[in-house]
T-cell receptor, first 115, second 111 residues
């Protein structure tokens, strides 16, 4: 059973370009979470999605960031007009429908570098 | 979400047991305690979770006090590969059951 798959693993973008990060959840998982980790800092929650539905986006920056989890295909975290401060590791996680005690599993991350 | 308090860092000799404490004195009766770790430049790795009973799996044991206000993660025979940041997280049971990460404990296993 493959784990949470993220791609690309490393992405370099120039300031002002767009970055798209993809996440395929574990088989059977319908819930996806995105986290960001700035250099030398902790993991910060960004957004929680179910298929075709955003459940909690309380951690998403108000501008330039968006996320989706379509009925078919991977979840996408999109960052428009990237700035140097967006350079970070972005981690995706997935779980089965929320019940107490369900485990959330993480991918290996996508490292975004903005030059 | 209940807050957790963990020591900033700990050391452990290779082959010895690593005991990582966590305080969660404001935990609610239906909140679980989760442990994750993050090895440098990798994604967080699930270790174990529990509600009120002690739990054991192939990676570790979790001891939760009877009043549930604190817990201890035990790595029975630490290896150099266990060097990581360990996070104790209390998981809320609301619409969003996201995990909120604190600063964790940086465990250094030395030869």
């Amino acid at each position: 059973n493959a784990g949470v798959m993220q791609n690309p693993r490393h992405l370099v973008r120039r300031r002002g370009q767009e970055a798209r990060l993809r996440c395929s959840p574990m088989k059977g998982h319908s819930h996806v979470y995105w986290y960001r980790q700035l250099p030398e800092e902790g993991l910060k929650f960004m957004v929680y999605l179910q298929k075709e539905n955003i459940i909690d986006e309380s951690g998403m920056p108000k501008e330039r960031f968006s996320a989706e989890f379509p009925k078919e295909g991977p979840s996408i975290l999109r960052i428009q007009q990237v700035v140097r401060g967006d350079s970070a590791a972005y981690f995706c996680a997935s779980s089965t429908p929320g019940r107490s005690g369900n485990t959330i599993y993480f991918g290996e991350g996508s490292w975004l570098t903005v030059v | 979400d209940a807050k957790t308090t963990q020591p900033t860092s700990m050391d452990c000799a290779e082959g010895r047991a690593a005991n990582l404490p966590c305080n969660h004195s404001t935990i609610s009766g239906n909140e679980y305690v989760y442990w994750y770790r993050q090895i440098h430049s990798q994604g967080p790795q699930y270790i174990i979770h529990g509600l009120k009973n002690n739990e054991t799996n192939e990676m570790a044991s979790l001891i939760i006090t009877e009043d549930r206000k604190s817990s201890t993660l035990i790595l029975p025979h630490a290896t150099l590969r266990d060097t990581a940041v360990y996070y104790c997280i209390v998981r809320a049971l609301y619409n969003t059951d996201k995990l909120i990460f604190g600063t964790g404990t940086r465990l250094q296993v030395f030869p």
